[in-house]
């Protein structure tokens, strides 16, 4: 296993898979690259992952009672890996995301900006929401790296599993995993609080405690960074709302209107060159979003993104019409991923 994951990160890889029936694969750019000449049998497999608990010095009785688990290992001078295994059909397989030891550098992921200067609020919770490998965990580690680089405090984070090792530059940062190091977001999230914390990063808000707390915490005066995977800012505030019940909604919709800062969302576009570029949007709260979000209407936040008069907001579709005129992604390819294909459609 070792020598297979070594070859998918010479190879620039993303994804490594391993799945009965199946070569083991990587994938590089949006092609699938076979790592082994021979299909995996069932009891292949099995001894595949059994190794990677063994690197990951974690008991597989996790996957075993479970049906599925999250952990992460690393391997000395080649990367660290986030896996996923899981029982299918009777039978055991992962996936593997390959993450450098390296933070990422924001020009290199061509986050723009606009997004990076988001670090400098102090207060409030900070959303970047997307589909599952859209790049959020990247975007939110580069965000704690600037805050780290450029302001004294204490930065938290509650991860499942850590992806990003941060040192401790002009902040100081303790690191959470989950299951690890507390048995719940929410537990981890309402201990933190009795941390002394400036900044928390929150990988993934999953569920009603989880979101509730958030809110709380982001009332209190701290930094709360977290993700959701949603696709656009209307329907990330609607998600939040919609997990209530229907007699708490009117007052979380006042409390959100109050925490949210901004929200990024951000896909990964194929490009003409057969590699993949994120795109972005950005909503920050103003006074005339923040009336939209306490009383309900959040389909009018898209015109406000849309509009293009407000510099610090960002729309997806504006970013993909750019991406069209500098030949870097096809029309057919923007209309497919827009929020409005036919007012795109139009302007490209």
């Keep these: 296993m070792i020598e297979l994951l070594k070859k998918a990160a010479q190879l620039g890889g993303a994804d490594v898979f391993v799945i009965p029936g199946a070569a083991v694969s990587v994938k590089v750019n949006n092609s699938l690259v076979k790592l082994t000449d021979s299909i995996m049998l069932p009891p292949d497999t099995e001894k595949l992952v059994q190794q990677m608990y063994d690197i990951a010095r974690r008991d597989i009785r996790h996957l075993n009672q479970a049906g599925d688990d999250d952990f992460s290992f690393a391997i000395k001078e080649v990367s660290r890996f986030r896996c996923n295994a899981y ?131 982001s009332e209190t005066g701290h930094l709360l960074l977290s993700s959701l995977h949603t696709i656009g800012a209307a329907k990330t505030v609607d998600r939040i709302i919609d997990t209530f019940p229907a007699e708490q909604q009117t007052q979380i919709r006042v409390q959100l209107s109050m925490v949210l800062k901004a929200v990024v969302s951000q896909r990964l576009i194929p490009t003409v060159d057969g590699k993949r570029i994120p795109v972005f949007e950005v909503m920050t709260v103003n006074p005339a979003i923040q009336n939209m979000i306490r009383d309900g209407r959040t389909h009018q936040i898209d015109n406000v993104i849309y509009g293009g008069s407000d510099k610090t907001m960002l729309s997806m579709d504006a970013e993909l019409a750019r991406l069209v005129r500098e030949k870097r992604i096809t029309r057919d390819i923007a209309i497919i991923y827009a929020a409005n294909p036919e007012t795109l459609s139009k302007r490209i």
């Design 87 to 217: 029982k299918q059909r009777g039978s055991m397989a992962a996936i593997c995301r390959i993450v450098n030891f390296e933070l990422p550098d924001p020009k290199d992921m061509h986050i723009p900006d606009i997004v990076m200067s988001l670090f400098e609020m102090r207060s409030g919770m900070i959303l970047v929401t997307g589909p599952a490998g859209s790049g959020k965990s990247t975007t939110l580690a580069c965000l704690v790296n600037k805050i780290n680089e450029t302001r004294e405090g204490h930065i938290v984070t509650i991860e499942d599993p850590i992806e990003y090792l941060h040192r401790h530059k002009k902040s100081l940062v303790s690191q959470r995993e989950v299951p690890n190091d507390a048995a719940t977001f929410s537990r981890a999230l309402r201990a933190s609080l009795r941390q002394a914390p400036d900044v928390i990063m929150l990988g993934e808000m999953r569920d009603l405690d989880t979101i509730r707390t958030a809110i709380t915490a």
